[in-house]
Every structure is written in C-alpha cells, then in structure tokens.
C-alpha cells in the first residue's frame, strides 16, 4: 500500500457547507416516527413536547461543550483526535472503534433501513421463504427475516459509498439539494397541519385515557421519561460528526464550532415546530395506537388525517428523501475518523490510503460498508438505535469532562470559543450523560451490553496495533 500513489484531503468546505452537513446528519428518520413511541411511554402531549425541549436543550448542551474542543483542536477524525490529547492512546481508540463497531456504521445501518421500510410502503418488496426467515444466529439474530427490505438497504449503502468514494464535494452537494429541499417540504406541513389539518388546541391539553399523573420524582415516571428521551435523542443523534471533517473545513478553529451550533439550534426549531404539529392535528391516543403498531410511522398517520390517500403518497416521498438524504451524509463523514486511525497505526492500514484522484479516504469507504451491511443483517430498527444512542453518550459525556480537563491541563491555549454556560452547561450536560447511561443499563440491559459487547470487541485489535509507532 505504501508503494501506492495517494491524494490528500482539501480544505474545500465553508461554513454553510459545514452548517448543512450538521444539519443532515441530524434530520433522517426520528422527525417521522420517534413521537410514537414517546407518546407510548409519556401518555401526554404536554409531557412529549417537553421531552422533546429536553432532548434539544441537553443536545445543545453538548454542543456548546463540544464546540470548545472542537475550536482548539479541529482535525480530520474528529473526537478522536481530541481524545489523544485529552485522555490518551487507548480511550482515542475505545471512541474510533466503537465509532465503527457501533455508533457511526449503526446509525448508517438504521437510517437507511427506514429508507428501505419507506420504499417497501410504496413498493412492496420480495421476501424469503418462511423456512429461511426464520433462521436465528444465537436466538438473537435473524438475518433473513425482513430481507427484501435488507437487501435494498444494503444496496442504498453501496450506492452512496460509491458517491462519496468519487469526492466530498459531491456529497455534500447532494446533501445540500436534499436538506434544502426537504426543509422547505417540512415548512408545508407545518403551515398545512395548522391551517386545514383540522387540529385543535385541546389536543395538546388532553392526555391518553390511559395516563396517570404521577410526580416527576416518581421512580416510573423517570424510567419512562428516559426511554422517551432516548427515543428523541435518536432523532438527534450524528450532530458531532462534523468534526470528523476538521482537516477539510476551511478556517476550522471557527466555522467548525459556529457549524455544531448552529445546526442543533435550527434543529431543535424544526423539531419543535413538526411535533407540535403532529400533537395539533391528531388526539394522543392515535399517535399512541400508531406507536404500538410496528410498521406504522407517526407523520404518515397525521398528514393522511388532513391529506387523504394523496397525502400518504406525499408524506412516503418525503420520507424516502429525508432518509436517503440523512443516509447518505451519515456515510460522509465516518470514513475520516477511520482515516485518522489508521494514519496513527491503530485501524487497518488500508484506512489510511487517500484516492490519488478524488482525495477521498476510499479504502475507509469501503470498509464501512462492509461492516454496516453485517449490521443491517443483525437486528431491527429499534434494536440498533438504542443500541447506539447508549454507546454515543458515553463518549458525549467523555468530550464534556474534556472541557473541564483541557481547561486545567492546556490553559493558555488559545480557545477561538469558550464553552457558553461554563462550567455548569458542560456539568449539567455529564450529569445527564451518566444518568442516561445508568437507567439504559438497568431498563435495556440487552441493548446496552450488546453496545458494550461491540466497544469491547477492539481490544484485541488494540493490543496488537499498539506496537505500531506513534505518529510523529
């Protein structure tokens, strides 16, 4: 590979570029079908418009925090670089890994499987036989159940790896028309949904039949809470990628943290603004009756209310969009981060080539692929993404305490910006990061030891890339 004639990464991207890649991390498939589920666990729209205030406001926390770090030490690998600094060799590579193993190639995997579960709405897909679904690895995984949604989501991936490998700037590109287009259909719906959705105000004041008022202090309304909030940090799970792309944004030190947030704080508006729509137009207890059906996304529900048989075929489109948008951004950015590894001796070496044509971490590409394939093959939806929201905010609570450590161990470096709110913001943003995790472990065990059992799975592969030499 040495021998090999190699490109080099171009700091080509400004700040809107940076700002919309943030932004189409973010925005996939949560803003359709994670208030479902929520108004499962809550039983009030009250209850559900504030979880989603919560998770905005905690993820801006962790922005903001980010942001810090992000202005001191912006590279290509994002967190992993500041690991290094932060901490030391193995927890960098605990973060690249498990990035890998779970966090980045499981969000690829989930979001393009919702494009795949939209496209089998409009277009029913094939299926295997029964004899052949029904085969089970452990008792835990079958991977030939569901396999015409599966297949198309890994054929999603392979094609959008192929886009990404030729070059950054036609993915963000096509980031950027998506996102762009997508944002102005969200508009729509909103202004639609409280014009002619035939929605009232009464149904953000009138809870579930079922709900039971209980004091927040109580030990299940805090375990519900919590399985909500977990459900709304998947719609806003990816912001942080950004920094992966650190050596390839221009002026890095400040578009990178303007970038991080500002794009939680657009999301959080869209957010907001499409939930309350959604909780206007329908009573609780419809949006509860869809979140107990598998199949059935929550925005489909609430635009047929008011649209019909039309609006369902609008809304799919959209989803299809969105989706392939999100999809296609999630597989952007990781490759970087797998990169900057390898150049550090600590990811397979072939991570580390740079197309010599298009200066894309290609062989990084085609790696990831491969990897978020076996998972599309694993598990369900719902599966890998409480399974990587749990592993994210292990490391989101990590970058956080690096504030306080940096602020210690590097005080006269230079810091373009300072973390707003400090100290209590990046303490309040920890406390929540520990807690998540704590109540994840105790009501998903499963989730969370399979998130663990992955982390764990590199060091293996530490101690024996750890002899490689440091890089100079």
Not at 235 to 251: P, Q, R, S, V
Not at 352 to 367: E, L
Not at 389 to 406: E, P
Request: net charge positive.
């Amino acid at each position: 590979m040495t021998n090999q004639p190699q490109g080099h990464l171009i700091r080509s991207l400004g700040l809107f570029s940076a700002f919309i890649l943030t932004v189409s991390s973010v925005i996939g498939s949560g803003i359709y079908k994670k208030v479902a589920p929520m108004s499962v666990e809550l039983l009030s729209p009250g209850l559900v418009l504030l979880c989603w205030f919560l998770a905005g406001l905690i993820t801006l926390f962790g922005a903001l925090s980010n942001a810090e770090i992000a202005s001191m030490l912006a590279d290509s690998g994002g967190e992993y670089v500041y690991y290094r600094r932060i901490y030391n060799r193995f927890f960098a590579f605990l973060y690249g890994w498990s990035s890998f193993a779970v966090i980045r190639s499981a969000s690829l995997a989930s979001i393009g499987y919702v494009f795949a579960q939209s496209f089998h709405s409009l277009v029913p897909l094939p299926d295997l036989p029964d004899s052949m679904a029904s085969i089970s690895i452990f008792g835990v995984f079958t991977p030939f159940d569901n396999f015409g949604v599966k297949g198309l989501t890994i054929g999603l991936i392979v094609l959008l790896t192929v886009i990404n490998y030729r070059g950054l700037r036609g993915g963000e590109g096509l980031s950027r028309i998506v996102l762009i287009t997508v944002t102005v259909v969200i508009a729509i719906i909103i202004v639609l949904g409280l014009t002619i959705g035939g929605g009232s105000f009464q149904n953000l004041q009138t809870t579930a039949v079922s709900f039971v008022d209980r004091p927040w202090y109580d030990s299940g309304f805090i375990q519900n809470m919590f399985a909500a909030l977990l459900a709304a940090f998947w719609a806003y799970e990816g912001w942080a990628t950004t920094g992966y792309l650190g050596g390839e944004i221009k002026n890095p030190n400040r578009n990178l943290p303007l970038a991080l947030v500002f794009g939680v704080l657009f999301v959080m508006l869209v957010y907001t603004c499409i939930n309350f729509t959604y909780l206007y137009v329908l009573p609780i207890d419809q949006l509860v009756e869809a979140g107990k059906s598998q199949n059935t996304i929550a925005a489909v529900v609430v635009v047929k209310h008011f649209m019909g048989s039309g609006g369902v075929l609008f809304i799919s489109l959209l989803i299809l969009l969105t989706t392939f948008g999100a999809t296609n951004t999630t597989a952007l950015m990781p490759p970087r981060l797998y990169y900057a590894m390898s150049r550090e001796g600590m990811f397979f070496k072939s991570a580390s080539y740079i197309h010599p044509r298009f200066n894309t971490p290609s062989k990084a590409f085609v790696i990831q692929a491969a990897w978020a394939s076996v998972l599309v093959l694993s598990g369900s939806f719902d599966q890998l993404t409480d399974m990587l929201v749990f592993a994210s905010f292990i490391f989101y609570g990590a970058t956080a305490l690096g504030v306080f450590i940096l602020r210690y161990k590097m005080p006269d470096t230079p810091r373009p910006y300072k973390a707003w709110g400090y100290p209590i913001v990046p303490a309040l943003f920890i406390l929540f990061c520990v807690a998540l995790v704590v109540i994840t472990l105790v009501g998903k065990p499963r989730e969370a030891l399979l998130g663990l059992g992955l982390m764990f799975t590199g060091v293996p592969f530490y101690y024996y890339w750890r002899r490689q030499p440091e890089a100079k």
